[in-house]
T-cell receptor, first 116, second 113 residues
Framework: DAGITQSPRYKITETGRQVTLMCHQT?????MFWYRQDLGHGLRLIYY???????DKGEVPDGYVVSRSKTENFPLTLESATRSQTSVYFC???????????????FGPGTRLTVT | GDSVTQMEGPVTLSEEAFLTINCTYT??????LFWYVQYPGEGLQLLLK?????DKGSNKGFEATYRKETTSFHLEKGSVQVSDSAVYFC????????????FGAGTRLAVHP
């Protein structure tokens, strides 16, 4: 199916464990993003990518690692999970060019991560 | 720096009531402005947008007018339905390109029959 998918949808892990959240999009969009959503903070950008092998930090990158070896995949890794990383994580993608001022991002369904 | 401020929720309304959700922004120049909606258990989706000052974005009965004088982009709907219950986010592009967005904190709307 076309679109943007995330896996797993729910994950419980322990403090100190490494966790990888997967994101896959079928549109061949150049830009991809990872956000976390926490009550009272809205969405905060963790990392973004302009193309395969091009990634950069967003607002809250500490404790996270990303890679993008293929255009369609953008995994997010928590190297050593902490309780403060309990959150809902959203992946999004957008075209590199759009009509003036479009900037529309397409979001995945989210991954709810709990760190115990 | 750029920022977005939304009215705090939750907003609780009866069906067919009038809705306003306030959004103000701080930015350089006149960026595009967006409203995204998040239905329960789902990701965000674009609700409407305005690309220049005085533009009115509209979709699904919702409207928002880009007012540069007051740096505002308030969301309105004349008659809400139970199915409009969701979280609404105001957003604008971050400087630096790459289609990055900055979001407001979100306003939860609950509509009761």
């Amino acid at each position: 199916d076309a679109g943007i998918t995330q896996s797993p949808r729910y994950k419980i892990t322990e403090t100190g464990r490494q966790v990888t959240l997967m994101c896959h999009q079928t549109w061949s969009h150049s830009y991809m993003f990872w956000y976390r959503q926490d009550l009272g903070h809205g969405l905060r950008l963790i990392y973004y990518s302009a193309a395969a092998d091009i990634t950069d930090k967003g607002e809250v990158p500490d404790g996270y690692v990303v890679s993008r070896s293929k255009t369609e995949n953008f995994p997010l890794t928590l190297e050593s999970a902490t309780r403060s990383q309990t959150s809902v994580y959203f992946c999004a993608s957008s075209e590199s060019w759009s009509s003036l001022g479009s900037y529309e991002q397409y979001f995945g369904p989210g991954t709810r991560l709990t760190v115990t | 720096g750029d920022s977005v401020t939304q009215m705090e929720g939750p907003v609780t309304l009866s069906e067919e009531a009038f809705l306003t959700i306030n959004c103000t922004y701080t930015a350089t120049g006149y960026p595009s402005l967006f409203w995204y909606v998040q239905y329960p258990g789902e990701g965000l989706q674009l609700l409407l947008k305005a690309t220049k000052a005085d533009d009115k974005g509209s979709n699904k009965g919702f409207e928002a007018t880009y007012r540069k004088e007051t740096t505002s982009f308030h969301l309105e709907k004349g008659s809400v339905q139970v199915s409009d219950s969701a979280v609404y986010f105001c957003a604008l592009p971050l400087s630096g390109g790459y289609n990055k967005l900055i979001f407001g904190a979100g306003t939860r709307l609950a509509v009761h029959p």
